[in-house]
């Protein structure tokens, strides 16, 4: 902490770029936390905020309702495959900690008292609160809590960069799925499998290979686990598709958004639940199988407004295709990057990048450094006029979603230079 004497402000931003209070312009890499769709300061997204406010700006959902929830529950429902019902929340991690609660709690109410453990992937990330800590456990940032964290039952995730030498990376794959049928046939306590949808991103930017994600659901179904994915940080788009569930081809029991769902412009976060989980919290008072959750915004009416125009205007803008078309300029740039000589993988997918640091190509060792490796990408970073952000030695390019073409060159350009320059403040 001492590091970080003094902060810049931001007084000001539009599009991809943030301004601070010296007049400096900023290119945003970090997507406000991996949050913003499109861009800053957009008079669409304004309008639906401003709208709002002037009829109602906030209500409580214990015991009533607001037309602004109602119609975002509906349209979440409507392009969530197989999707029922929707608990919302204020942030990410609430979202999960609600998944997780749900997921215990299903079999509870349907009599399976014995289903009490929860499977996970190593080195997954679903937020920083307790509940999310335990089956997100990065060690780096939560080993000083881990006493007080519940346990999980965790399993590999194949990592192309970092394979175990006997293995192809086809065969390290299979082993990691053989583990998890393993288990799943030898226990009958297992409650939920929870994983991030389609790439672990605070982990590491781990792109899931083909099929992984989707034999794990069939894992699920078979042995009668229930399949909770996290799509806070890859759904709407951040991969390149509208959800990565989807595209993976592995439907889950229950769901959970956040980030971009309201492009990036207030907080607000939703669990989903099939029609099976829902029904399981049907009953009378005295049942006892209500979900005791609750929070003091939940549905708030400005923050779904403003999350309804933002889905809305995927369609209407065709926003996914054309991720999927500006995504391809970072592929141009993997020859310069990879020739640096501190860089040892690229890992890509939509509007995510990875650029793993190394002090040694050959036996990939990760880049470690006194002064803290994100402090010294963000000064760097900032003398070329870009807002970077590491986490350990991964150099994370997450970007707003509708960055153009030629932004997108600008800031790798800019990536690439930081790097270069970076190197004698490393080695």
């Not at 930017?205 to 799509?231: A, G, H, M, T, W």
């Not at 006892?288 to 803008?317: C, D």
């Not at 640096?340 to 939509?350: E, Q, S, T």
């Not at 995510?352 to 990760?366: D, Q």
Request: with cysteine; proline share 3%; aromatic share 12%.
């Amino acid at each position: 902490m001492k590091e970080w004497d003094s902060f810049d402000q931001i007084k000001s931003a539009k599009g991809v770029w943030l301004v601070d209070s010296k007049g400096n312009k900023i290119l945003d890499a970090v997507g406000s936390m991996w949050c913003n769709v499109w861009g800053h300061s957009n008079p669409e997204l304004i309008n639906a905020i401003t709208t709002q406010s002037k009829k109602l700006q906030h209500s409580s959902m214990f015991n009533l309702t607001n037309e602004p929830a109602e119609k975002l529950a509906e349209y979440l429902v409507k392009i969530s495959p197989k999707m029922n019902k929707v608990f919302y929340s204020d942030n990410g991690s609430s979202a999960m900690e609600i998944a997780i609660k749900l997921a215990l709690q299903y079999w509870k109410n349907i009599g399976e008292k014995n289903k009490t453990r929860i499977a996970t992937l190593e080195n997954g990330y679903h937020g920083d609160t307790f509940g999310a800590m335990s089956v997100g456990y990065v060690p780096e940032f939560f080993g000083k809590f881990k006493k007080q964290l519940f346990t999980t039952l965790q399993f590999p995730v194949p990592n192309k960069y970092r394979i175990p030498k006997e293995f192809s990376f086809l065969d390290y794959q299979n082993q990691c799925i053989e583990k998890i049928e393993k288990e799943f046939s030898q226990k009958n306590n297992i409650a939920a499998f929870i994983m991030e949808s389609g790439a672990q991103v605070a982990g590491g930017v781990i792109i899931y290979p083909k099929d992984f994600q989707r034999k794990i659901s069939v894992l699920c179904k078979k042995y009668n686990v229930l399949f909770v994915l996290d799509e806070i940080a890859t759904g709407f788009g951040r991969l390149g598709s509208m959800f990565q569930y989807e595209e993976q081809k592995s439907i889950p029991d229950i769901v959970a958004y956040g980030k971009m769902l309201t492009g990036g412009y207030l907080t607000l976060a939703a669990t989903l639940a099939n029609k099976k989980v829902y029904d399981s919290f049907l009953g009378e008072f005295n049942d006892w199988k209500h979900l005791f959750h609750g929070h003091t915004y939940t549905g708030n009416p400005i923050a779904s407004s403003v999350a309804l125009e933002n889905l809305k205007m995927y369609k209407k803008y065709n926003l996914i295709k054309k991720i999927q078309k500006t995504s391809k300029v970072f592929e141009q740039h993997y020859q310069r990057i990879s020739e640096i000589d501190i860089v040892g993988d690229i890992r890509h997918k939509g509007m995510l990048m990875g650029i793993e640091l190394v002090s040694n190509k050959r036996k990939k060792t990760p880049i470690t450094t006194k002064k803290s490796i994100n402090k010294i990408f963000f000064e760097e970073g900032k003398k070329n006029g870009i807002y970077l952000r590491t986490l350990g030695n991964i150099v994370m390019l997450v970007p707003p979603l509708v960055i153009t073409e030629s932004e997108l060159n600008l800031l790798l350009e800019r990536t690439i230079s930081t790097i270069e320059s970076a190197k004698s403040k490393i080695i």
